[in-house]
């Protein structure tokens, strides 16, 4: 199969260019400790001697050497890779390299990162304020690689969950994971589901509950209307893309209900509502109503549709799925560990 074939081909790329660390940086100016995660603002640019925000526009800069997000983001892409190139080849010299990329992000001493966001989506001079708490959004997809790497012996859990359970505190308790919990869009969809993510891979299993059952309201009910629409979504530069990106969050939700004996769904009807009112606009996106200055790719668009369809078995979304089936087969080498978006760029380039 060339999907086995790909990650196959990924999972050595990553394992053989890591491990990786927030330890790596060449510049720890930006931070009093080298175990500190820094990155920059994505949408925002230096003119002259300040900075200004283009909507829709990440600036290529916040991924340079001193910053830690390529980092992060190969580390999960790595790990991701490995343990899905282990299911699907038995090798498990592949699942070792992805304990090492773990162990190496979490656990060793010398190049742990620091469980916060301090300096995260950081624009020099001006506070931080929480933006940059969806950086480890992808650590959601990480935990279901971990959990898969637990139950075979690969990764020993307990230090990866004092981990994030330190994590989850600074989440909770610091003006910047305050400040995103209250925002009404994608990034306070992000900050709910990596809480509710991160409390019940610990094993607060209630606590994750009384999350998910806040999101009903907080989430589901604020974020999207009578008519499917997302209105805190609508005003961006690249407006479709975050309907799509904030309703996969939404989803996400979902799964982790799931994983805890609860449904959301099928509250009010209202994710169905959601998914409906966007799919037409994935295989036509030129009528979109809002403003989109660039076209979404698959890579966005995938997970979207294999989750949507999962769940409310909408025939067009299986007729797009039927359209896009080597596409779509990333997503089905294991029904508990999707790749993250990142990852299936990576994957579409070498079909």
Not at 167 to 176: A, E, F
Not at 215 to 236: C, F, N, T, V, Y
Request: aromatic residues 14%; neutral net charge; glycine residues 6%.
């Amino acid at each position: 199969m060339v999907q086995t074939e790909i990650l196959c081909e990924l999972a050595a790329h990553y394992a053989d260019n890591g491990p990786y660390s927030v330890t790596h940086k060449q510049n720890f100016s930006l931070t009093k400790d080298k175990h500190d995660y820094v990155s920059g603002r994505l949408y925002w640019w230096k003119e002259g001697e300040d900075y200004v925000r283009r909507d829709g526009q990440p600036n290529p800069a916040n991924r340079g050497g001193d910053f830690d997000r390529q980092r992060l983001e190969d580390m999960v892409n790595g790990a991701v890779a490995c343990t899905l190139a282990w299911i699907a080849s038995d090798d498990d010299q592949y699942a070792k390299n992805a304990a090492r990329l773990i162990d190496v992000w979490f656990v060793d001493p010398d190049t742990r990162m620091n469980p916060n966001l301090e300096y995260s989506q950081f624009v020099p001079g001006k506070k931080s304020n929480g933006v940059g708490i969806i950086d480890t959004y992808d650590f959601c997809y990480l935990l279901d690689a971990v959990e898969l790497l637990a139950a075979s012996g690969f990764v020993d859990p307990k230090p990866i969950k004092d981990w994030f359970s330190a994590y989850l505190y600074w989440l909770v308790s610091s003006g910047q994971g305050k400040s995103e919990a209250a925002r009404k869009n994608n990034h306070g969809t992000s900050h709910t589901v990596q809480i509710a993510r991160y409390t019940a891979f610990v094993g607060k299993v209630w606590r994750a509950r009384y999350f998910l059952w806040k999101a009903k309201s907080a989430r589901i009910d604020l974020q999207i209307d009578g008519k499917g629409k997302q209105p805190h979504e609508a005003d961006r530069t690249i407006s479709l893309y975050y309907h799509i990106y904030n309703l996969t969050k939404l989803f996400h939700l979902c799964l982790i209900g799931n994983k805890v004996g609860m449904d959301l769904s099928q509250y009010k009807g209202k994710l169905e509502r959601g998914f409906k009112y966007v799919l037409p606009f994935v295989r036509d996106q030129q009528s979109w109503p809002l403003q989109q200055d660039k076209e979404v790719d698959f890579a966005d668009i995938g997970e979207f549709v294999v989750m949507g369809n999962a769940f409310f078995g909408i025939p067009e979304a299986a007729e797009y799925l039927n359209l896009h089936t080597d596409l779509c087969a990333f997503y089905q080498i294991h029904d508990q560990l999707c790749p993250p978006p990142t990852l299936m760029r990576e994957c579409l380039k070498r079909l």
